[in-house]
């Protein structure tokens, strides 16, 4: 069975620097997706950035991008510049032709001023 | 964002009562998922509708009723719920052009009493 695994529960990062939060998976699938959703206090989960496995080029959206490294099985996700408004949870989440998303327990990002 | 809408935002029920949550998306969108969040539990999925019918329930228990009446709404009836049910209900839709990716509403807080 596919799993994705977060292992820091929390993080603090100052403002406007850089910070990475860590996600592994496990799947025997070579044809799946993965994504990073950021879930601020206003609750709404919001898609932070996608990546399609059989590309090898990082996804990034401005400030976020990932490194991807498929035969790790490694998904982190890097904020650069990081801002207050970046102080959310995030979760890591993959998906298979199974039509089943799966989501790790999530990081909880802490901005310091 | 406004793709996917939930109402109400927040809701307080005695455990003798019945409600309804709405979900609404606007995305042209094809499956409809009903997620439930406790605080420090995984993200829980509850049902998946695609196309308006069921394909999933995870041994959900049936005082929590899923109505799909077309592609655009999606309703969690509620009834006799129990203390343990307060959480954050979120629902989710995807569908074409990136069928794997899930877009998710703002969510309702329930407090059962």
């Known amino acids: 069975a596919q799993t994705v695994t977060q292992s820091q529960p929390e993080m603090s990062v100052q403002e406007a620097e850089t910070v990475t939060l860590s996600c592994t998976y496990d799947?025997?699938?070579?044809?799946?997706?993965l994504f990073w959703y950021k879930q601020p206090p206003s609750r709404q989960m919001i898609l932070v950035i996608r990546?399609?496995?059989?590309?090898?080029q990082n996804a990034t959206e401005n400030r976020f991008s990932v490194n991807f490294q498929k035969a790790a099985k490694s998904f982190s996700l890097k904020i650069s510049d990081s801002q207050l408004g970046d102080a959310a949870m995030y979760f890591c989440?993959?998906?298979?032709?199974?039509?089943?998303?799966?989501f790790g327990k999530g990081t909880r990002l802490h901005i310091l001023p | 964002e406004t793709g996917v809408t939930q109402t109400p935002r927040h809701l307080v029920m005695g455990m003798t009562n019945k409600k309804s949550l709405k979900c609404e998306q606007h995305?042209?969108?094809?499956?409809m998922y009903w997620y439930k969040q406790s605080a420090k539990k995984p993200l829980e999925l509850m049902f998946v509708?695609?196309?308006?019918?069921?394909?999933e329930n995870n041994s959900v228990p049936s005082r929590f009723s899923p109505e799909c009446p077309n592609s655009s709404h999606l309703f969690l009836h509620l009834h006799t719920l129990q203390p343990e049910d307060s959480a954050l209900y979120l629902c989710?839709?995807?569908?074409?052009?990136?069928?794997?990716?899930?877009?998710f509403g703002p969510g309702t807080r329930l407090l059962v009493l």
């Open positions: 989710a839709s995807k569908g074409w052009p990136r069928r794997e990716t899930q877009y």
């Open positions: 509708y695609s196309l308006e019918e069921r394909v």
């Open positions: 990546q399609e496995a059989y590309k090898q």
């Open positions: 799947t025997s699938e070579s044809d799946y997706y």
């Open positions: 995305l042209g969108h094809n499956a």
């Open positions: 989440a993959y998906y298979n032709r199974d039509d089943k998303i799966i």
